[in-house]
T-cell receptor, first 113, second 116 residues
Framework: DQQVKQNSPSLSVQEGRISILNCDYTNSMFDYFLWYKKYPAEGPTFLISISSIKDKNEDGRFTVFLNKSAKHLSLHIVPSQPGDSAVYFC????????????FGTGTRLQVFP | NAGVTQTPKFQVLKTGQSMTLQCAQDMNHNSMYWYRQDPGMGLRLIYY???????DKGEVPNGYNVSRLNKREFSLRLESAAPSQTSVYFC???????????????FGPGTRLTVL
């Protein structure tokens, strides 16, 4: 059973526009959420995170929104740049098991000129 | 400061062969992890080690063994490789340990393994 779901396997956005990547989760015990970015032939790299006590966290062009009641989070990239083209993984962690991250299946973002 | 390093980068095995994937980190992290990434499956945790001398099973541990050799090194062994173990393997580390605070995981570049 997939506890963290990224239902869009791919997304294509024009340079300068907003990219919105979505993630849904089923476990109400998740209290910390992260987004990782992965380029081909490289390991994932941490992008941004949010604690369940917040509903928004911003870092430059990247903003993560958390809607706990809907068990949904989203990553907004504004403005999108060609270098943002990568696979984005959503991940979640439960307070009772802080050693484990549960990852979604990823969304491939392509930013075209 | 190399972060997390993995060897080898690529490996081809025949069914039934054994091999060990090596991982080392130089960030003085307590916790280390092994994941596999398969198309459409995301990253799945195989084993992890919250501290030196301890290891625990993750989501998909069958067919694998691990050794936390010291604080820096965490190896993954395939005793008898099977085609189903064809995957990209990532090692990660974090400063998060038992009772630790929120932290992120840092990943190595991966090992692409093919089992024929």
């Amino acid at each position: 059973d997939q506890q963290v779901k990224q239902n869009s396997p791919s997304l294509s956005v024009q340079e300068g526009r907003i990219s919105i990547l979505n993630c849904d989760y089923t476990n109400s015990m998740f209290d910390y959420f992260l987004w990782y970015k992965k380029y081909p032939a490289e390991g994932p790299t941490f992008l941004i995170s949010i604690s369940s006590i917040k509903d928004k966290n911003e870092d430059g062009r990247f903003t993560v929104f958390l809607n706990k009641s809907a068990k949904h989070l989203s990553l907004h990239i504004v403005p999108s740049q060609p270098g943002d083209s990568a696979v984005y993984f959503c991940a979640a962690r439960a307070a009772y098991n802080t050693d484990k991250l549960i990852f979604g299946t990823g969304t491939r973002l392509q930013v075209f000129p | 400061n190399a972060g997390v390093t993995q060897t080898p980068k690529f490996q081809v095995l025949k069914t039934g062969q054994s091999m060990t994937l090596q991982c080392a980190q130089d960030m003085n992290h307590n916790s280390m992890y092994w994941y596999r990434q398969d198309p459409g499956m995301g990253l799945r945790l195989i084993y992890y080690s919250a501290s030196e001398g301890t290891t625990d099973k993750g989501e998909v541990p069958n067919g694998y063994n691990v050794s936390r050799l010291n604080k820096r090194e965490f190896s993954l062994r395939l005793e008898s490789a099977a085609p189903s173990q064809t995957s990209v393997y990532f090692c990660a580390s974090s400063s998060l340990g038992f009772g630790g605070n929120t932290d992120t995981q840092y990943f190595g570049p991966g090992t692409r393994l093919t089992v024929l």
